[in-house]
């Protein structure tokens, strides 16, 4: 079954309540023009009075009463019933002559009709005002309906304040802000619980691992150097293959165990266009090879920011190179670095036009391990993350197939 | 007894009107939905709504008078003219239904590449729209008043609110409440074509009698300055009425192609009746009060009614008319208010909510319905001139704004449209006033000047495209 709209029940209400008022108004006209025209109708009588009783007989009364304005309220009655009035003729006959209510009725109706026309506005317009009534109802319920839809997709969205609310539906939405709000903490929170708890599982196993691999690759390390001078000219190549390889998994141990176990930040003075810079020039041939555009913005122009510059150049690398990565097949790319000062936050944004990350990956790709690419770790934006939280910032990720924008805030510590 | 049965029907209308309307603020409406209906107008509709919107209440009362004075000319200017325009609508047919576009200046704007274009269109269609909006309200209230002696204010404000009521509701409302009209039309222009043809032995009686008595009514020589001039009018009626947005925006908010193409292929059934029902007042009329003033339209209308009808069918005429009038205007003023929001001002104020930004945009659509309703109206006080003149200069803009844009196919213009159009009005401006040009005359004028410029155009903007790709 259909159910029935507010803005139905508003109009009926609205259009009975005006629907008496406005009866009532015309009612009240009509009865008062009526008893007016009956007024008349009797003045009328006066003006013929004495010229029908001066009348020898009823044709001639009769004549003399449809030519006068009488005729229009009076109709000329032969009979004992209804009888409103009547006059005594010279010759002794009776000529009587009764109210015509009809013809009153209609007169007066006529008299009304632009008064009854105006009610018949008023009805309309009660409609109308009806409709903007349960506009103002309806709305701010059609937005709180759609802010839990949004909740339940996973948006934390706020309703934004309207001028024109009741001071009820303005309590309403904040009562909703303050939910949405108070739920995506507390959404934020879970998500950082379990990632503590997968961290710490992990980091267990990563920092047994590790060991485990570090201890004869230390040996392998230490004899590869011994050994480099006895190599033959023919050997040479394949003994740097093995050194170059060992050399990287070295790296791969020492990012596993920096997550695993992170060390602590060593706070110092530095300058954000010396970490721009640097981060610039290395990923210039990468930049070269990809054809894609770089674009630096800071401002101001140079300030010095307190921070761990080696986590911070570790950070910035790992941001610029997942969007190299996003923009592998792309055409005119472009890589947007922005650093701005805002009293005292700072904000870096890395931006790229690249095929973005898809909507259901969002929530996870913070995770360590979580990885799209064939040869991906998964442990880039996870070493930001914990960049980031280790100097008390915070991450936001905003992504749709135009490209992903990081923007990542700094508290002046 | 007149006024009893006057107000009783009035009040009995409003009361449908109201019912069979609807809502004004849909729960899930968006533009699309306001505009277009989601494109989902049954056929039955879509018919129904089509031939309620053509037939307003100055072709109607401008067609009874003038067939009582000039005769078959008449036919030969009007129907003629307005029913040869629905063989041009199949010409855009196919693209207005594949278009995603909810407005016709949007449409003739991605048409031809050009966004100044769809200003200068929509500014158009606002300014047309208003002129005609007031032009139903002065038609109507004039002859609510001649007949029946009702106040004109009264009159003009009881049209406007009830405008106001059906357009509140966007295309959804506006489409069941012109169900509604046209099958009160319908009652009532039958039913006094009933009463006129009830005074003579038979329908076929009335013209063979007016062929004897008025054999002037019934002489066409096409050769004679008079009929040049109706043809003429019929010549810019196909124009304008095929460039009327009105008639192509129900082209795009049918459900179907099957469905659009049985309304543009049975309305004209409908309206032939329609039409076949008000020659035979015309001429009936002519029978039996031959001597009726017909300088002013409207006073000769009501004073023709008054000496051929009896109360009741009278007032059930009268109803006839307050309802083509309530269905034209109500999407005149749809398309004005369309033109005002979605295309002049467009998306200003974007929110980023979408369900914020489609309900502030609706609440502002609504807002511009009353204000262009409410301009209308005090312009409808003005006596600007005689409403049927009015009426001619207004299809004339239509036609020398629009046509052309919307049947032209798109080229690489050396000087787009917005430059032809521009120069088009500029002449209207210059030599209407010195030359004193008919209407028509000038619509045929500007038109082919702005042909003429986009041939050049076109030729220009071709020989430039050439040599920028070698």
Same mark, same amino acid.
């Given at each position: 079954m259909k159910h029935p709209g507010f803005e139905q029940a508003i109009r009926l209400i609205l259009a009975l309540p005006s629907l008496c008022v406005i009866l009532a108004v015309v009612a009240l006209a009509f009865q008062r023009d009526y008893a007016r025209e009956t007024r008349l109708a009797f003045e009328t009588l006066e003006n013929i009075k004495n010229p029908v009783q001066n009348a020898s007989n009823v044709p001639e009364?009769?004549?003399?009463? @449809?030519?006068?304005?009488?005729?229009?309220?009076?109709?000329?009655?032969?009979?004992?019933?209804? #009888?409103?009035?009547?006059?005594?003729?010279?010759?002794? +006959?009776?000529?009587?002559?009764?109210?015509?209510?009809?013809?009153?009725?209609?007169?007066?109706?006529?008299?009304?009709?632009?008064?009854?026309?105006?009610g018949m506005i008023g009805f309309v317009i009660a409609l109308e005002?009806?409709?903007?009534?349960?506009?103002?109802?309806?709305?701010? #319920?059609?937005?709180?309906? =759609?802010?839990?839809?949004?909740?339940?997709?996973?948006? =934390?969205?706020?309703?934004?304040?309207? =001028?024109?609310?009741?001071?009820?539906?303005?309590?309403?939405?904040?009562?909703?802000?303050?939910?949405?709000?108070?739920?995506?903490? =507390?959404?934020?929170?879970?998500?950082?619980?379990?990632?503590?708890?997968?961290?710490?599982?992990?980091?267990?196993?990563?920092?047994?691992?590790?060991?485990?691999?570090?201890?004869?690759?230390?040996?392998?390390?230490?004899?590869?150097?011994?050994? +480099?001078?006895?190599?033959?000219?023919?050997?040479?190549?394949?003994?740097?293959?093995?050194?170059?390889?060992? @050399?990287?998994?070295?790296?791969?141990?020492?990012?596993?165990?920096?997550?695993?176990?992170?060390?602590?930040?060593?706070?110092a003075d530095f300058s954000l266009k010396e970490l721009f810079h640097w981060c610039s020039t290395v990923i210039e041939p990468h930049l070269q090879e990809k054809e894609i555009r770089l674009s630096l913005e800071l401002s101001p122009e140079n300030f010095s920011w307190k921070g761990d510059f080696s986590l911070y150049q570790q950070m910035m690398l790992n941001l610029v190179m997942n969007s190299l990565e996003a923009m592998e097949n792309k055409e005119n790319g472009i890589l947007e670095i922005q650093g701005l000062l805002e009293? @005292?936050?700072?904000?870096?944004?890395?931006?790229?036009?690249?095929?973005? #990350?898809?909507r259901e990956n969002l929530s996870q790709v913070m995770m360590p391990f979580f990885t799209t690419k064939e040869t991906g770790t998964g442990l880039g934006l996870s070493l930001v993350y914990s960049v980031v939280e280790a100097h008390s910032g915070n991450i936001s990720l905003d992504s749709s197939p135009a490209g992903t924008a990081i923007t990542l805030k700094f508290p002046r510590i | 007894m007149e006024t009893l049965y006057q107000l009783a029907l009035f009040f009995l209308y409003l009361l449908i009107t109201v019912i069979v309307t609807g809502n004004a603020f849909y729960w899930k409406e968006d533009r699309r939905f306001f505009f277009l209906n989601f494109r989902q107008v049954p056929t039955g509709l879509s018919i129904f709504s089509f031939c309620a919107t053509w037939l307003g209440s100055i072709p109607i009362i401008g067609y009874i008078i003038s067939f009582y004075t000039v005769g078959e000319h008449a036919f030969l200017g009007e129907v003629i003219g307005w029913i040869g325009a629905v063989l041009l609508f199949p010409l855009l047919f196919s693209n207005l239904r594949n278009s995603h576009a909810l407005s016709i200046p949007q449409w003739i704007s991605q048409k031809h590449r050009e966004p100044e274009l769809r200003k200068i269109t929509a500014g158009a269609c606002l300014v047309v729209f208003l002129l005609f909006l007031s032009i139903e309200f002065r038609?109507?209230?004039?002859?609510?008043?001649? /007949?029946?002696?009702? *106040?004109?204010?009264?009159?003009?404000?009881?049209?406007?609110?009830?405008?106001?009521?059906?357009?509140?509701?966007?295309?959804?409302?506006?489409?069941?409440?012109?169900?509604?009209?046209?099958?009160?039309?319908?009652?009532?222009?039958?039913?006094?074509?009933? /009463? /006129?043809t009830s005074q003579f032995s038979s329908p076929l009686e009335i013209p063979e009698r007016a062929k004897d008595l008025f054999p002037e009514l019934f002489r066409i020589d096409l050769l004679s300055p008079a009929s040049w001039y109706y043809i003429l009018g019929s010549l810019v009626s196909i124009v304008a009425v095929s460039s009327n947005p009105l008639f192509l925006t129900r082209i795009m908010a049918a459900r179907t192609k099957a469905g659009a193409m049985a309304m543009l292929t049975i309305a004209p059934f409908i309206l032939g009746t329609i039409y076949l029902a008000l020659t035979l007042y015309g001429l009936g009329g002519k029978i039996l009060a031959p001597g009726i003033d017909t300088q002013i339209t409207n006073f000769a209308f009501a004073s023709l009614a008054n000496q051929v009808l009896p109360p009741l069918a009278k007032t059930v005429f009268l109803l006839a008319v307050l309802a083509a009038c309530i269905s034209t205007a109500n999407s005149q003023l749809l398309i004005a208010s369309c033109s005002a929001c979605y295309d002049l001002l467009?998306?200003?104020? *974007?929110t980023p909510l979408e369900v914020y930004h489609e309900d502030?945009?609706?609440?502002?659509?609504?807002?511009?319905?009353?204000?262009?309703?409410?301009?209308?109206?005090?312009?409808?006080?003005?006596?600007?001139?005689?409403?049927?003149?009015? *009426?001619?200069?207004c299809f004339s803009f239509l036609g020398i704004f629009l046509f052309l844009p919307l049947y032209l196919p798109r080229k690489n213009l050396l000087f787009g449209w917005s430059a032809i159009l521009s120069s088009g009005t500029f002449l209207i401006l210059a030599t209407a006033y010195f030359l004193r040009l008919s209407p028509e005359q000038l619509m045929i004028t500007v038109l082919l000047l702005e042909f003429l410029l986009w041939n050049v155009s076109a030729l220009r903007g071709e020989k430039a495209h050439e040599t920028s790709r070698l």
């Open positions: 009364a009769r004549e003399f009463f @449809e030519k006068s304005a009488a005729a229009a309220y009076w109709t000329v009655q032969r009979g004992k019933n209804d #009888i409103f009035t009547s006059f005594s003729l010279k010759n002794g +006959e009776d000529f009587i002559l009764r109210l015509h209510t009809k013809a009153l009725f209609l007169k007066t109706l006529e008299n009304q009709k632009n008064v009854i026309m105006t005002i009806g409709m903007f009534f349960s506009y103002g109802f309806t709305r701010p #319920i059609k937005r709180l309906i =759609w802010g839990c839809r949004q909740i339940s997709r996973g948006n =934390w969205v706020t309703i934004p304040h309207s =001028w024109n609310n009741t001071r009820e539906f303005t309590e309403m939405e904040k009562a909703f802000n303050r939910m949405s709000r108070e739920l995506s903490q =507390w959404h934020q929170i879970q998500e950082q619980l379990y990632r503590v708890e997968h961290l710490a599982g992990l980091g267990k196993i990563v920092a047994g691992v590790a060991h485990e691999i570090r201890n004869p690759l230390t040996s392998i390390k230490l004899y590869t150097g011994l050994l +480099e001078k006895h190599v033959s000219p023919e050997g040479k190549p394949y003994f740097f293959v093995i050194k170059e390889e060992s @050399e990287r998994l070295n790296d791969t141990v020492k990012r596993y165990l920096s997550l695993a176990n992170p060390r602590a930040p060593l706070f009293e @005292e936050t700072l904000h870096i944004r890395v931006r790229d036009n690249g095929s973005g #990350i898809p | 038609g109507f209230s004039s002859i609510i008043c001649s /007949m029946f002696g009702t *106040n004109r204010v009264v009159a003009s404000i009881l049209i406007y609110t009830c405008v106001l009521y059906t357009t509140f509701g966007g295309l959804p409302s506006i489409v069941r409440s012109d169900a509604m009209n046209l099958l009160l039309m319908m009652v009532g222009l039958l039913w006094a074509c009933g /009463m /006129m467009g998306d200003r104020g *974007n502030r945009f609706l609440f502002n659509v609504r807002l511009a319905i009353a204000i262009i309703a409410t301009l209308a109206l005090g312009i409808s006080f003005l006596e600007l001139s005689d409403i049927l003149l009015l *009426n001619r200069y």
